[in-house]
């Protein structure tokens, strides 16, 4: 069975600080995709980023970057020089092996991140 | 941009009610999903159509069914709501491909059972 553990429940952070959001998995296949999702209080979850097990490659988008790391089973967010507009419920969520087009996804429990003016 | 769009934001029953929750998309998804999400739970996936009138069972089925007459469409039912059913409800959708496309979501509806 797949497994996310998001183990902070809750961070807050100072703005203009840099954070790291965890986020470990468990899985038996091979091929896999990982993502983190953003859910503002507004309610709606807004996809960040999709990552496949076979691209260990870090990724940077601006303020955001994310470390994936295959042998901790590990693919951790980070945010630079935080901003208010970060607040938010982060979410990691891990895919099924590709089962023609059937797969789930399972999400770990979130992240609350304040950021405090 | 994709769009789904959920019936209400915000919706009160009674228990034994009889409950729908409707969800559409206008991107041309096979995939639609429903969550429920409750505090130090994250999201739990009901139930989930691959195609129209396709559903597959999710990890918490029971005391829900759902419908799916139309591609844009997926309907979420509570024969007989109990307080336990109390949630935020999630619904999402994607594009089948051959590699895992992300999910779409709508803005929710925040459920009270009375």
């Known amino acids: 069975a797949q497994k996310v553990t998001q183990a902070q429940t809750e961070i807050s952070v100072v703005e203009k600080e840099d954070v790291t959001l965890d986020c470990v998995y468990e899985?038996?296949?091979?091929?896999?995709?990982l993502f983190w999702y953003k859910q503002p209080p507004s309610g709606e979850l807004v996809f960040l980023i999709r990552?496949?097990?076979?691209?260990?490659q870090n990724e940077i988008s601006g303020r955001y970057s994310w470390n994936f790391q295959k042998s901790t089973s590990s693919f951790n967010f980070t945010i630079t020089a935080s901003q208010v507009v970060d607040s938010a419920v982060y979410f990691c969520a891990l895919s099924e092996a590709p089962n023609f087009g059937n797969e789930k996804l399972t999400f770990g429990t979130g992240t609350r991140l304040t950021i405090i003016p | 941009d994709v769009k789904v769009t959920q019936s209400s934001r915000y919706l009160v029953k009674r228990t034994g009610e009889k409950v729908f929750l409707e969800c559409v998309q206008d991107?041309?998804?096979?995939?639609m999903f429903w969550y429920r999400q409750d505090p130090g739970l994250g999201l739990r996936l009901i139930y989930f159509?691959?195609?129209?009138?396709?559903?597959e069972k999710g990890d918490i089925p029971e005391g829900y069914s759902v419908s799916r007459e139309k591609k844009e469409r997926f309907s979420l039912i509570l024969e007989s709501a109990s307080t336990n059913q109390t949630s935020m409800y999630l619904c999402a959708s994607r594009t089948s491909g051959m590699s895992y496309n992300e999910q779409f979501f709508g803005p929710g509806t925040r459920l009270t059972v009375l």
């Open positions: 991107m041309d998804h096979e995939n």
């Open positions: 159509s691959y195609d129209v009138k396709m559903k």
């Open positions: 899985t038996r296949d091979t091929t896999y995709y």
């Open positions: 990552r496949n097990s076979f691209d260990e």
